[in-house]
């Protein structure tokens, strides 16, 4: 490289991105689900709402500004302008981060800070950037304009500088004060200006690099903003045939409900390979369904093309290549719930082994000139009468999974859950006993002590190999919750004591400290108790309220029967409170006798809630 440029050759770079891609496929996806031809490049570049989504940091998914380091610092700046979208791409990196131009540059931009400049050269030069010195060519031109070296000596100087070499920047030092006197400026301003230039040259990036990546930013923020459905769509697709970044999916699935986009369950009816938008809903891409695969797939979408949609879960292996589309691919499209339209999950994973063998039947059986029963009404027209054909090959009588099940096999099949989360069940008891959220754990101070609600995933036991703890067991793992998760430990006396609690996607509520390493980018969260959501209800409830509308009738009266029969049967120490609303709104709280008084970690709530009906019961602490 050095020597190609020493000949007077140009070395260029040119990077594969994958936002280019998609970009032009939400392009794409816009003609076909709106209708309308856009070009990013005339995209006005003073959008409010494209600059107020970045203000959020409502920036996941948009080009070199999703880091949640840089989605802070978007919030900080405010940025109103491409400028400043410029200027956020060269100033966040490490040294103009601990150099203080980060902070400068924000504090003179909202004007609670004056720049200074040492010269009025400077301040034509570096108002653009508030006073501070952001870009490599505005050095250049500083060290041009001011002393009168010329370009390519100037940028010889820079790169002298990032490399500290002392010998070059030495030589254009003379040369600058030399020619800055020739421009009438005392020789000790110009020593101080050049120091200037050496103190912060070093930080200066290159501005024609920083301001194209820049524009592809506000491209991809405005489609954001503009197209949101479209625009996630594309950017789950660009994610989907890549393992490794399931996380990704993940966290983009959540960003567009976050945005109030609908993200559909996986539809065999439905589904293209990839990511899809309907209706200004996300269509789940098939090919995201690990173990099916792109070409699987494709062959789907190709038979529901050539043939309409699938009858039944026998009509879609009759007429799927199944060469392409294997047995094992489909239990993990049952699992993933791309069947669900047909009926129960349970029933269909049972059955493929058999609908795959009636389906070579029926081939091998056309290939030889035989026609079943099916096949007579098929060539009649009648063929609503598949659905009978389904119960005709025997789905079976198989109860449905219980939830927990139905939604561990749904996160095998898709590495995330879809149709509901373990979490939901138990949000509310987790919120009401739990003194952090993992999100605030992940940014907290040192040495915070609190309780944190949450799943456990990405558990690791692991054995110390030496010091006076060698052989014992420790966990590593993280507490997920719909805020996001926390890096947690537990150490070896912990792990002792519950040990039996630690499985992955199990929920509890986590008491512990947090603690920051030395070098970490996040924090550790030491867990020293683990409770069960039953004994955090037990141990946390000071008192328990039931609310109950009222009318005077029978069925009112029989309610409280239903209620007194419940409370009795798990009596302990917390009081009791009962809430009674009439229809015209008039409200009375009476607190229960003792006989009342129950055991909250014992308490079935699900029976209070099937006479007075969900959240009808509440406990406070």
Known sequence: ??????????????????????????????????????????????????????????????????????????????????????????LYRPGPLEGGMVDEYIECKHGRKKPEYAHPIMEEVLSETHG??????????????????????AYACIKAISKKNFEII??????????????????????????????????????SHTAAYAQIGYQTA???????????????????????????????????????????????????????????????????IKGLGRGAAEDIVRARNEGGKFKDFFDFCERIDRRIVQKAAVERMVMAGAF??????????????????????????????????????????????????????????????????????????????????????????????????????????????????????NLEIRTFKTGRNMGRKYATFRIEDFTGSVRSMMWSDEYARFSSLMNDDAVYLFEGTLNWGAERSEPDFQVKKVLTIDEARAEFTKSMLIKLAYSDDEASLRKLDAVSLVLKRYRGTCPVYLSIRDANGRQVQLKLNEEYRVNPGALKVEELEM???????????
């Open 1 to 90: 490289m050095g020597i190609i440029e020493k000949v007077g050759m140009l070395k260029m770079d040119f990077l594969g991105l994958r936002n280019l891609t998609v970009l032009d496929n939400c392009v794409r996806l816009i003609k076909r689900t709106r209708k309308e031809d856009i070009d990013p490049f005339k995209f006005p570049l003073d959008d409010i709402e494209t600059y107020k989504l970045l203000q959020r940091g409502d920036a996941k998914g948009v080009f070199q500004l999703e880091s949640e380091g840089i989605r802070e610092l978007l919030k900080r700046m405010k940025p109103d302008n491409i400028r400043d979208l410029i200027a956020v791409l060269a």
């Open 170 to 207: 030495n030589a254009r030092k003379a040369d600058f004060v030399a020619g800055a006197k020739e421009r009438s400026m005392s020789e000790e301003k110009a020593a101080e200006i050049f120091e200037l230039i050496v103190k912060f040259g070093g930080y200066g990036f290159n501005k």
């Open 222 to 288: 405005y489609l954001k903003t503009h197209y949101t459905a479209e625009y996630m769509a594309a950017l789950l697709s660009s994610e989907i045939d890549d393992g490794n970044k399931r996380d990704m999916l993940v966290d983009h699935i959540a960003d567009a409900r976050k945005l109030g986009i609908d993200v559909l369950a996986p539809d065999v009816n439905r589904g293209l390979a990839d990511f899809d938008v309907v209706n200004n809903r996300i269509i789940f891409g098939l090919t995201a």
């Open 132 to 153: 501070v010195m952001v870009y490599q060519e505005q050095i250049m031109r500083m060290l041009n304009r001011m002393g009168g070296i010329e370009l390519a000596k």
């Open 611 to 621: 006479v007075l009906g969900p959240g009808a019961v509440l406990f406070s602490r």
């Open 340 to 457: 669900d339209g047909f009926g129960k999950r349970a029933p269909h994973f049972a059955a493929v082994a058999k609908a795959y063998q009636a389906a070579d039947e029926r081939a091998a059986d056309r290939r030889r000139g035989q026609k079943s029963i099916l096949d007579l009404f098929d060539s009649e027209g009648e063929s609503d009468t598949q659905d009978v054909g389904g119960n005709g090959h025997g789905l079976g009588d198989i109860p449905e999974w219980p939830e927990t099940e139905k939604l561990k096999f749904e996160k095998e099949a898709l590495d995330f859950y879809m149709s509901s989360h373990p979490l939901a069940q138990h949000d509310d008891q987790l919120r009401r006993f739990r003194t952090h959220d993992a999100s605030e754990l992940a940014k907290g101070k040192a040495g915070i002590e609190g309780r944190a609600g949450g799943m456990i995933v």
